[in-house]
């Protein structure tokens, strides 16, 4: 126990976070769904992560590269509490229209940044605004990254309205989807408790993307 304790110390002197053991959950045995957030971290993540903790649910966050640099501790925490953590880009803006160098770059110094906080190099991405092509899925490749979308978009950003937002959700759930929403929306997380309590009324485990496909995605490839 001494020498488990002395560990523990050891690696949080170091900046490398403890990350909770994701549980074991077969999704092609039960029904799972992914919830992610993107954008963030902002000023309603740490809320958000406290409705988690509260509800055992598991999410996965695809961080701005920025926000990563503002609220390190958050970014830090997430992994600390089971969440997974992607790469969102550090600055956000849509990748197609730029040059083949300043999505390598900006690709690059948001996984830097994550690293940084977390100690944690991501193997997940997730273009802002789902803007793609051969091109981003080439650089993802050789960042040793998979690009992670969605199966249904709540528009959060454009409804902030909780109800609106917990139908949308609802309406969007289906067994191994994924639901992109925002933690920077307040609506969102104020929204969450009451989604995550009818997800799992309707028989949902809610897991991490990694989770939902059960083994290590592959670089350059576009999931789902």
């Known amino acids: 126990m001494l020498i488990h304790g002395l560990l523990a110390a050891a690696l949080t002197l170091s900046g490398t976070p403890a990350a909770a053991a994701p549980e074991k959950i077969d999704c092609a045995k039960v029904k799972c769904l992914a919830l ?28 701005t590269g920025k926000y990563v640099d503002q609220r ?31 999505i390598h770059h900006d690709i690059r110094l948001g996984q830097e940044a994550i690293k940084k906080a977390t100690g944690i190099t991501p193997t997940m991405f997730r273009p802002p605004y789902g803007h793609t092509d051969e091109r981003v899925l080439r650089i993802a490749d050789q960042l040793d990254l998979a ?51 009818q997800l799992k009324k309707q028989g949902y485990h809610l897991v991490t ?16």
Request: hydrophobic letters at 35%.
């Open 209 to 224: 993307v990694p989770q939902l496909y059960g083994k290590k995605l592959k670089s350059g490839v576009s999931y789902p």
């Open 72 to 102: 390190p501790r958050l970014a830090k925490r997430m992994l600390a509490e089971g969440h997974a953590v992607g790469n969102h880009t550090y600055s956000h803006f849509s990748l197609t229209p730029r040059l083949y160098d300043e």
């Open 147 to 197: 690009e992670v979308k969605w199966t249904g978009t709540t528009h959060d950003w454009a409804l902030k309205d909780k109800k609106k937002i917990t139908a949308k959700v609802l309406s969007l759930a289906k067994r191994d989807g994924i639901i992109l929403m925002h933690d920077t929306v307040p609506q969102t997380v104020q929204a969450m408790p009451g989604v995550i309590k």
């Open 36 to 63: 992610t957030f993107d954008d963030g971290p902002g000023p309603h993540t740490a809320k958000l992560l406290k409705i988690l903790k509260k509800e055992r649910a598991k999410a996965t966050f695809f961080l």
